[in-house]
């Protein structure tokens, strides 16, 4: 299995950036795809979630209006759309895979639950 994230960058504050997370090795359409971001001296954190079934989507509080996750199951691969970037939003992200599960609605935001992680990608907002 490999989960291979990328669009990383610089970019000023107020401005976009989009990642994605190429999948191969499992059944995409399987698992739930998770965003998460650590920044230096942070524990890693979550950032958005897509169910399998890609009708469901969450996000934590401090990027709820600003990033939006998808998913293209046909391409095997999540997107996560950042706009207004913040400096606050630098950080490694990482996608994540999490397996099919009933107890998705309480696991979503738990990196401990997440199957598979892909290398990281690093994004550096600049004020």
């Known amino acids: 299995v490999q989960l291979q994230a990328s669009g990383g960058g610089l970019v000023q504050a107020g401005g976009s950036l989009r990642l994605s997370c190429a999948a191969s090795g499992l059944t995409f359409s399987s698992y739930s795809m998770g965003w998460f971001r650590q920044a230096p001296g942070n524990e890693r954190e979550f950032v958005a979630a897509i169910k399998w079934t890609g009708t469901s989507t969450d996000y934590a509080d401090s990027v709820k209006g600003r990033f939006t996750i998808s998913r293209d199951n046909a391409k095997k691969t999540a997107y996560l759309q950042m706009n207004s970037l913040k400096p606050e939003d630098t950080a490694v992200y990482y996608c994540?895979?999490?397996?099919?599960?009933?107890?998705?609605?309480?696991?979503?935001?738990?990196?401990?639950?997440?199957?598979?992680w892909g290398q990281g990608t690093e994004v550096t907002v600049s004020s």
């Open positions: 994540a895979a999490l397996f099919y599960s009933s107890a998705y609605s309480s696991t979503y935001y738990l990196p401990a639950k997440y199957n598979f």
